[in-house]
């Protein structure tokens, strides 16, 4: 059943209902014949079933975590108005537009309509659901409180999702400047100075220092851009293989991006906030401050967090307070390490977690809206020193010559 579910097909069909009148539609099936047999149920005779031309060009388009997110939320207010689970599938999956998650849906509840749990559904999907989605649904279940779950869930999926696209904000607006920034002086060099080269040929003059400089420059760009261009690439190439094949050398990379100015300090708060939130989300679902804390590990994004998390959990096995072995880190910030403390002395440690997860979310947010003010006008300079120097040195001879004939 499990090898049928996920490999449903759309079909398309034509045929006549239980009063002889002519009927048509589509219908997602493992195969033609199950299809047939499933029309049939529905009372509907076929004359005409067949699969689905797929499009020429496009097609399904990917699921994203965003599209997780929505799907959550939809499927916990259907269930928070009473609609059965299975029932709740079906009409979330009339409404979705984006056809890869419409069929992911479909899946998931055939699955559940043949008798598998909910969190037992989503297990055969680990690219789109992880382990702690499939834990904290799982807990949902035994408790018999899983539209709850789904709302929190969805709110933790909105959150960290949110802080996710903030961050990747302010990561790419320093690269924004460092990419404009090349590509202009690159083409000026290449296309511009050429021109201005060939007339101060003919002044027979010896140029200024610092225009001989971008000459010789542009020389080197006109022969070699390829090479550049080819280096560029295959370093940003050679960088992300070697974080993604070595774990000791993202671990290194995790070490310095933190003390990166600005957007170091941005990444830091975020992963504070993502530690906030998964462990409010987790222990306020039931599941044991030691389980939360595995779960919490690979959640904040970092390395010198996750191996801080680790020694945290070593030490709250052994009986340590939380707050206690989280000030010994040093890398927690006071606040979050205090609001900690609070939540376990009055025993609402989940609402505490989620303070400071709010709290860091807000610091995150106002540090990206800062540096995207900042990186607008440095722009601007950036490129206005490039250009202007560049212009400086190809007038300077002008200029000079100039000065000799007055």
Not at 124 to 143: I, T
Request: hydrophobic share 50%; with cysteine; proline share 3%.
């Amino acid at each position: 059943m499990a090898e049928q579910a996920q490999k449903l097909e759309a079909f398309i069909w034509e045929g006549k209902d239980r009063k002889g009148n002519k009927a048509q539609g589509e219908l997602n099936g493992a195969s033609l014949a199950l299809v047939k047999a499933q029309l049939r149920k529905q009372g509907i005779i076929p004359d005409k079933v067949k699969k689905k031309p797929k499009p020429l060009f496009g097609g399904s388009k990917k699921i994203t975590p965003f599209d997780i997110a929505m799907l959550t939320r939809q499927l916990a207010t259907m269930m928070k108005a009473g609609v059965p689970l299975v029932q709740s599938f079906d009409i979330v999956a009339d409404g979705l537009e984006n056809k890869g998650l419409q069929e992911l849906v479909v899946t998931i509840r055939t699955d559940i309509a043949a008798g598998t749990s909910f969190a037992g559904a989503l297990r055969r999907h680990p690219k789109h659901f992880d382990d702690l989605y499939c834990n904290l649904v799982d807990s949902g279940e035994q408790a018999g409180a899983l539209e709850q779950m789904l709302d929190r869930i969805a709110t933790y999926l909105e959150k960290t999702e949110l802080l996710k696209k903030k961050v990747k904000k302010a990561m790419t607006y320093p690269a924004a400047v460092v990419v404009v920034a090349l590509v202009v002086t690159a083409i000026l060099l290449v296309k511009v100075v050429p021109q201005f080269e060939s007339l101060f040929n003919g002044f027979g003059a010896e140029l200024p220092v610092f225009t001989q400089m971008v000459v010789n420059l542009s020389e080197w760009m006109q022969s070699w851009w390829f090479i550049v261009l080819i280096g560029i690439v295959g370093s940003i190439f050679l960088l992300k293989e070697s974080i993604r094949r070595s774990q000791k050398f993202s671990d290194l990379v995790d070490k310095y991006v933190l003390k990166l100015p600005i957007v170091g300090e941005i990444l830091d708060k975020s992963a504070v906030a993502k530690f906030g939130r998964v462990l409010s989300t987790t222990f306020a679902a039931g599941v044991p401050l030691v389980d939360a804390l595995d779960s919490v590990s690979g959640a904040t994004g970092n390395a010198i967090y996750r191996d801080a998390i680790q020694r945290i959990k070593a030490d709250v096995s052994s009986g340590t307070q939380l707050q206690a072995s989280m000030r010994q880190q040093n890398v927690f910030p006071v606040m979050a390490v205090q609001l900690t403390a609070i939540g376990e002395e009055s025993g609402n440690l989940d609402d505490m977690l989620s303070k400071v997860a709010e709290h860091y979310e807000a610091v995150v947010d106002d540090m990206v809206d800062n540096l995207t003010a900042l990186m607008e006008p440095m722009i601007m300079a950036v490129l206005g020193v490039l250009v202007g120097g560049l212009i400086i040195a190809m007038y300077l001879p002008i200029f000079q010559m100039g000065q000799v004939v007055g």
